[in-house]
């Protein structure tokens, strides 16, 4: 193995999927990173591991480049960024690394032996981080030998090409920790998102609202498959690529969230679609959003046209993007 001083500076613990994406997302952005497979193997077990990985890796890139996204040529190199370590190699490559990533199994016995390793091996100053999408980041923090170094990192699949990565603190959690861990992920083009210690993150906890809903119209026969998959991605798709989910409450008004939530409460289902106490505080406050200068966010002081012309802007761009905005037609209608 290469001495530590040439060792890479990133290490993802676990070669399963997610460990293969976030290397693929590192060596994208011209990093290296150690992907450690903490298990025991012997050495024609280790050297399936590997083979697959790297094949896997290689297939993900073949498909960027088919997409036209990076050059063929190109693969060879982005790959040749990752270097696979196995268990008995993991200490040095561990010594090595400023930030590290834990991504083995969901459940908290792989993850109590992963971050023994990690306590033991891991400099003082180094970034710990779990990648779990189901263990509070609290519940791990009692593993961390130094829990004001350490965060959970939830990223959405592909970890390569999705931009957001979640990162949930615990109170402990230095401030400096987490500037330096934005910065870092910044640097190779991901979009960090902070949410404290709550069960499903941001992304996973909305989604799973979504999809739900999806599944039971499909059931009661609403509408089919396929008709859904058309209006989320040509209806919410587009709309929420041009704003964010709480700028679109200010946008259309906090008091006709309020009157379609008592609406759809009452005529589907009381427990989903009941609106939050905040909502109705907002609409009794008058802060309804764009309309009144304040809602969720603050207008004052905005060029409240020049804003509405931006949202339109951004729109036409997602519709544009899509392939489905069209020049206005030459010929007179009779």
């Known amino acids: 193995m290469a001495n530590e001083a040439a060792l890479p500076r990133f290490a993802a613990v676990g070669a399963g999927r997610m460990g293969r994406g976030i290397a693929i997302a590192f060596a994208y952005a011209g990093r290296r990173i150690s992907l450690i497979d903490l298990r025991p193997r012997t050495d024609d077990a280790w050297q399936r591991l590997r083979d697959e990985a790297r094949a896997e890796i290689e297939?993900?890139?073949?498909?960027?480049?088919?997409?036209?996204?990076?050059?063929?040529?190109?693969?060879?190199?982005?790959?040749?960024?990752?270097?696979?370590?196995?268990?008995?190699?993991?200490?040095?490559?561990?010594?090595a690394a400023e930030l590290v990533f834990e991504g083995v199994p969901e459940t908290m016995e792989a993850k109590r032996e992963a971050f023994e390793h990690l306590n033991r091996h891991c400099r003082d100053d180094a970034i710990l981080t779990s990648t779990t999408s189901s263990i509070l980041v609290t519940q791990l923090a009692a593993l961390v030998r130094l829990p004001e170094r350490f965060l959970n990192m939830h990223w959405l699949n592909p970890a390569y090409v999705i931009p957001v990565v979640e990162l949930s603190c615990h109170p402990a959690t230095d401030g400096a920790v987490l500037a330096r861990t934005k910065a870092l992920m910044e640097e190779i083009g991901k979009l960090p998102v902070v949410c404290g210690a709550s069960p499903g993150y941001i992304v996973p906890r909305l989604q799973a609202l979504v999809m739900n809903e999806a599944a039971r119209m499909i059931e009661e026969g609403?509408?089919?498959?396929?008709e859904i998959d058309k209006a989320t991605r040509y209806g919410l798709g587009l709309r929420f690529a041009a704003l964010g989910v709480v700028e679109f409450i200010d946008f259309g008004g906090c008091d006709i969230l309020h009157h379609a939530s008592r609406e759809l409460s009452a005529s589907l289902d009381a427990g989903r679609y009941t609106?939050?106490?905040?909502?109705?505080?907002?609409v009794e406050q008058g802060r309804l959003g764009l309309k009144s200068g304040s809602g969720f966010y603050s207008y004052e002081g905005r060029d409240i046209p020049a804003y509405?012309?931006?949202?339109?802007?951004?729109?036409?761009?997602?519709?544009?993007?899509?392939?489905?905005?069209?020049a206005p037609a030459d010929e007179t209608l009779p």
């Open 59 to 95: 297939g993900s890139l073949s498909g960027l480049a088919q997409l036209g996204v990076i050059d063929a040529a190109q693969i060879e190199r982005i790959a040749a960024r990752v270097e696979f370590v196995k268990a008995s190699d993991a200490p040095q490559a561990l010594a």
């Open 222 to 226: 609403a509408a089919t498959a396929e």
């Open 275 to 282: 609106a939050p106490s905040i909502v109705g505080r907002m």
């Open 308 to 326: 509405r012309r931006d949202v339109l802007s951004r729109t036409l761009g997602e519709l544009r993007h899509a392939g489905l905005w069209r």
